[in-house]
């Protein structure tokens, strides 16, 4: 039955097709998470993400590198390998733009059927479980220990997603210490060029800063030095105080 049915669409049906099963790939992957979150905790469903992610990684890369004839090399697709240094970058660039539009258009689909205070409200919860899984993602690509430090959090802050596409510094206040600023954010630039008032993010990074530092050492404390609606100067949109306790 599914053959046929395969048989009847056109190549246009047949690739949209690919994408949705891609798409519903991705969804899956991410309920099984939540599931195992919901009946085990989120420490042990990160546990469970390493074996299942590196396995399953392995298997769909290896099913489509067959498909579509492209060669792997320690599990990376070689035409990856391939590229230069400068359209990697940009691939890294496009990807990071890609996931803060697909957050803007959750955060606006759900604003334009409930309004902004449920829209705020889903987008703080999601930061809440995002960002701690962002930097558990970081720490196994820099292979940082358990408790990684103020020197682990400051490499851990340059790979994340916003670091390819918002402008950002880091200020040493003593070994124990820094100061973190978001001094070009792309969305409230976006809105200040619109003439608008900056987007009022502090309630989505009081969870999401705080949750990422503890996730990288438990023992870092977080300080809001200045977020929007809080006033700020003109070099940077927020700015965060990390100190070890």
Known sequence: MGQQELDRLSNVEL?????????RTMVHHVFWFKEVEHQMGFERALEVMNDAYEKSRGIQLKRLSKLLGFALEDGVPEPLLSLP??????????LSVNWLAGDGV??????SKYGMLDAK?????????FSPFEAWS????????????IEGLKKALALRLYAYINEQSIVDEGPDGILFCM???RVQAARKSKGMEDYPCKSAGLVEYANFART????I?????GCPPDEHPDEWFCAWRFRMT
């Open 183 to 185: 001094n070009n954010c």
């Open 121 to 129: 409200r889903c987008n703080d919860s999601c930061w809440a479980w």
């Open 85 to 94: 240094k400068e359209k990697l970058a940009a691939l890294i660039e496009g």
């Open 15 to 23: 690739a949209r097709l690919a994408v949705d099963l891609m798409h």
């Open 138 to 149: 970081i720490k196994r690509i820099l292979n940082l220990p358990e408790r990684a430090g």
């Open 106 to 111: 959750w955060f606006q689909a759900v604003e």
């Open 221 to 225: 404390e977080t300080e809001c030095v």
């Open 216 to 219: 990288i050492d438990a023992g």
